[in-house]
């Protein structure tokens, strides 16, 4: 879902700007982008933003589904912003 936001993404939103996001990537002034991992109790998403302002989230049905995605997204990115630190597969 591309938006710039909804209640879904202010949820998520409001976790990482509060400081309690697992994980964050990116940077919108850098990269153009910036997205982190949040799991919560009852929540296990993963949210962008662009340099726009525009968002797009995902939301997973378990915390582990959640993580791989992630580890697939940094993976990914490391690619195409880092690729001097990127895995070799």
């Not at 302002?53 to 992630?70: I, Q």
């Amino acid at each position: 879902m591309t938006n710039k936001y909804d209640a879904i993404s202010e949820q998520l939103n409001d976790v990482a700007m509060n400081g309690f996001a697992e994980e964050e990537y990116g940077s919108c002034s850098e990269e153009g982008f910036w997205a982190a991992l949040i799991i919560t109790e009852n929540m296990f998403g993963i949210i962008e933003e662009d340099s726009q302002g525009f968002v797009d989230y995902e939301l997973h049905s378990t915390e582990k589904a959640a993580r791989d995605r992630w580890e697939d997204h940094v993976i990914r990115w490391e690619g195409l912003y880092h690729p001097e630190a990127a895995e070799v597969l």
